[in-house]
């Protein structure tokens, strides 16, 4: 018991030997885990977070979820795991607050209507539901937003995704981490992955600040620090930048914000929470760091950019402000990798801003990989190789050669 209340996940104790290993106690590894029990059998699994569960991005990001990307690669899986969330609140026995609301993507220009409606047109071939709105057509769906003359950027009209939504991070966190516990998951909070070890081009254990652990498949899921301790661990390079985003919520206000409205041209974007609270965010700071320091340039950021767009938050005041990293790779599309270039080792990281979205189905997913020791087709576009054969995806890929990994 802690206090009154029961620990939602037990307190395991130590072995020596697991089946899978599992670095990071984010909602990536925690997925992966729940769906290795429920999907494979595989229970004997171990999760290594070296601060506490839900501490990385899975705890420091606004929350979004929708499947309105841009390929055919990364729009099927992000359309399923938009379906997964009622699922998974059945399966879970867990309250993750899933709120349907709708997801609005700002235009101001024609130019930009014109963009939208190409990514509309693809999104659509797959079964998405989407579709492009006039001006008018999004004041009646938000009559918060300005679509006067007035905004330095005007607004047009926007892409409208119905199934998209909110969720809350912490509650999802907390349900997957008593789900795979329930299953047989050992979590082992504060404790560090210090090193991988390989014989003969294969895994065989884990070292950690506890012991050694001996597991012939390990997962690394580590978010920002995924590139990092690839490379110290393993000598691996992953084409990946770790950049800051800031977020911040106000205080709690009446509805006045039915959808999540986001906006490329101001780099804002911002939902109204179940408790009241505008939370939002902006664009990632312009140079990789791995701090979690918050500035006052993004509150100033913010407060312009939605006095904009939605004049009636003027006056309003921010309450908490914090930052999250988040791993990019040039083409803004994870690497999702397995066996390769060492056998047993598994990767799931370079999400981005889009790895809360993501989790429940990339745990899916990895599972299958992980258990079935094959590539899952919908997960063969996101081979690590795809960088060294020129075969970046289209979300926002940068023109071949370009990286900071050069």
Known sequence: ????????????SWKSSYDVAIIGGGLHGLATAYFLARDHG????????????????SGRNTAIVRANQRTAENLPLYQEGLKLWPVLTRELDFNLMFHQCGNLNLAHSEAAMNALRMQIASAQMLGVD??????????????????????????????????GGIIRHDALVWG???????????????????????????????????????????LLAAGGYSARLAWEMLRIPLPISVLTIQAMVTQ????????????GAYHVYANQTLKGEIATGAHMDPWPNFTTRTTAHYIKHQAEAL????????????MRHWAGLADMTP?????????DPVEGLYMDCGWGYFGF????????????????????????AFALNRFCENRLLGETANPPGYGPWN
């Open 1 to 12: 018991m802690f206090g009154k209340f029961k620990r939602l996940w037990k307190e395991p």
């Open 42 to 57: 595989i229970r004997n699994i171990a999760i290594l977070e070296k601060r506490f569960i839900g501490f990385g991005g």
């Open 130 to 163: 989407i579709h492009l709105i006039d001006a008018h057509e999004l004041k009646d769906l938000c009559p918060a937003v300005d679509i006067s003359e007035r905004p330095r950027y005007p607004i047009f009209g926007a892409m409208y995704h119905p199934p």
């Open 176 to 218: 997957l981490a008593k789900a795979a516990s329930a299953s047989g998951t050992d979590i082992f909070q504060e404790t560090e992955a210090t090193g991988i070890r390989v014989e003969h081009g294969k895994v065989t254990g884990l070292e950690t600040s506890r012991g050694t652990i001996h597991a012939p498949r390990i």
């Open 252 to 263: 709690p206000l009446k509805p006045v914000l039915s959808h999540v409205v986001s906006s």
């Open 307 to 318: 006095s904009e767009i939605l004049p009636c938050l003027r006056g309003v005041k921010f």
């Open 331 to 339: 083409d803004m599309a994870p690497i999702m990798e397995g066996n």
């Open 357 to 380: 979205k993501s989790a429940p189905v990339t745990g899916k997913y990895m599972a299958r990989y992980i258990a079935e020791q094959r590539r899952p087709e919908i997960l063969k």
